[in-house]
């Protein structure tokens, strides 16, 4: 027969692997969202560069322009 104490060690085990899987899918989850955002914001940045480029661009023809 088993101690009382082997039921409760054996119930937080199961308790403390069932809340890490729990914590392992939110961490999955906000890893997801995270390279979303990465994504997202890599996109933006690529737009900037190409807006820069072309106020560059207008910025050059305006001054030989007025040469």
Do not use: C, H, W
Request: charged letters at 35%.
């Amino acid at each position: 027969m088993l101690s009382p104490s082997s039921y409760i060690s054996v119930g937080l085990i199961f308790y403390i692997l069932k809340a890490q899987e729990r914590r392992d899918l939110k961490q999955e989850k906000r890893e997801e969202n995270y390279q979303n955002i990465i994504s997202s914001l890599s996109s933006k940045l690529d737009t900037v560069y190409e807006i820069k480029k072309d106020v560059k661009d207008v910025k050059n023809a305006v001054i030989s322009e007025l040469r």
